[in-house]
């Protein structure tokens, strides 16, 4: 305490006219801006993925790092970020993660320009890398931002500010598939990266102009020993999902990794019991609330990160459709978050959490359950159905678990809080990318010789292994004889069907279960006080 007096305050900042800087509602366009981006990238990119394939020469398991490289740096990083941002200001953090993701995302869009100067490097390879350098500036803006719109929005707004927050996010969602089907189509797939230049330099300077600096009461310091520890758990465990599918669940590899994050966990739980100022107080977690909504959000994003990974594939590969007639297919689930998310909001603060997260939940389910039972030739309208049903179904959560997280966090843990709900959405998305995938690939494997029927006997082994990777992404292999071609399609996109149905199954019941979860919440509050021993 005597440290604090002796510093000098900062002088108070110019005074501003009355609805500019600090006025909620605009702090909510700025930092909304700044997410946008993220959004944008990861609806566009979606789209992109089949044109990336084809383009680079990319396989399937590239294709997943391009998505899942983004994901680790997202998991491990994402805590000790929302920390950052509770000990040097969360305005200053978003700004830095704002500006470092725009620039870069242009890298991104010269990945194969760079390949050329870096030998043995191959395009794919460097667009994973910098996708991987992007994640951890996204992992510095996303934090932050939630914890700014917990700075500037007084408690009974809260569940307004978030129901507003998901709409805006809804919107460039819903900008995302046709944005980025025009470019691919008309321009190249390194534009969608390109795009998020103006966005980023829109952010900055709205940022700088509306955002009020955040308060720090309490004289801090990094507690590296636990960044250290978390950021070692968090990769063990995101490392050993990714590569699950590929070594095998049973591997002595993959329970390696495993085991190391149980030990790693348990160091990590031991030092923050220890630490004069811990990286996450564990009290935090005395909140069952907290800790009941961290886990909420993680099988939320399994269950429609997961499933959602192969819709791309779906309309391009198996239903023959380009990039932007694929954007437009899935525009009405994106444009049904604009409607549902301020619904949501109104609704959680009507009913609580409880009852609306849980009655979500179950639409989510069975939105899900409408998407396992798509076939080929879905027409728009059958696709339609199930997306606008998962748009009014997934919004009450996603809207209701973050408030959960954030607004029963103290104050002087906003940024940590937001970190813990991002960093559960990204490891829940991991998840689900690599267990459905490995569902997916194991019922390909299994259905598509009964697909191919007595031909599959007259396929080598090596050619028959090829048709099975091509049909994850549910086409055919490049270059494939036009006879052969003609015989072998409809078993494969079949097969596909097979596996992309068997997925969406199991995230129906993910869903179901996780709306019994749903029902032990409670509202969150926004409190002064700091229960927790702030670090």
Known sequence: MTEAKAVD????????????????????????????????????????????????GATLAELQWVTSGYLLALAVFLITAGKLGDLFGHKRVFLIGVGGFALVS?????????????????????LIGLRVLQGLFGALLQPAALALLREAFPGDKLKQAMGAWGAIIGLSSAAGPIVGGVLVENVSWESVFFINAPVGILALVLGVLLIE????????????????????????????????????????????FLAAFAVLTAAF???????????????????????????????????MFGAMFFLGFF????????????????????????????????LLGRLGPRLTMSAGLVVTAGAMFLMSQLTIDASFLETSIPFVVLAFGMSPVFVGATEIIVGNAPEGLTGVAGGLQ???????????TAILGAVMAGQISATLPGHLGP????????????????????????????????????????????????????????????????????????????????G
């Open 106 to 126: 242009v890298g991104i869009g010269f990945s194969a320009e760079l390949a050329g100067l870096i030998p043995g490097l191959s395009p794919a390879g460097a």
């Open 315 to 346: 309309f391009q590969g198996t239903h023959g459709l380009t990039p932007l007639e694929a954007g437009l297919r899935m525009l009405p689930m994106s444009a049904g978050m604009i409607v549902a998310s301020p619904l949501a909001g109104i």
């Open 422 to 432: 991002q960093s559960a959405m990204q490891v829940g998305g991991a998840l689900g």
């Open 9 to 56: 305050a900062p002088p108070p900042p110019p005074p501003v006219a009355a609805g500019a800087r600090g006025n909620p509602w605009l702090v909510l366009l700025a930092v909304s801006l700044g997410v946008i981006m993220v959004m944008l990238d990861g609806t566009v990119v979606g789209i992109a993925n089949p044109v990336i394939q084809a383009d680079l």
């Open 455 to 534: 031909a599959a006997q007259a396929i080598p082994p090596g050619q028959l292994e090829q048709l099975e990777e091509a049909a994850s992404f549910g086409g055919l292999p490049p270059g494939i004889p036009e006879q052969l071609a003609q015989t072998v399609g409809p078993a494969v996109k079949n097969a596909f069907m097979d596996g992309m149905n068997l997925a969406f199954l199991v995230s129906t019941g993910i869903a179901l279960l996780t709306a019994v979860l749903a029902l032990f919440v409670k509202s969150g509050r926004k409190t002064d006080d700091v229960p927790v021993h702030v």
């Open 269 to 303: 739980v031991f030092w923050q019991s220890r630490a004069r100022q811990p990286l996450v107080p564990l009290s935090l977690f005395a909140n069952a609330s907290i800790s009941i909504g961290t886990v909420l959000m993680m099988m939320v994003a399994f269950a």
């Open 213 to 256: 600096k955040s308060p720090i009461k309490v004289l801090n310091r990094i507690d590296w020993g636990g960044v250290v520890l978390l950021s070692g758990a968090m990769f063990a465990l995101v490392w050993s999902i990714i590569k699950a599918p590929e070594w095998g669940w049973g591997d002595s590899t993959t329970l390696g």
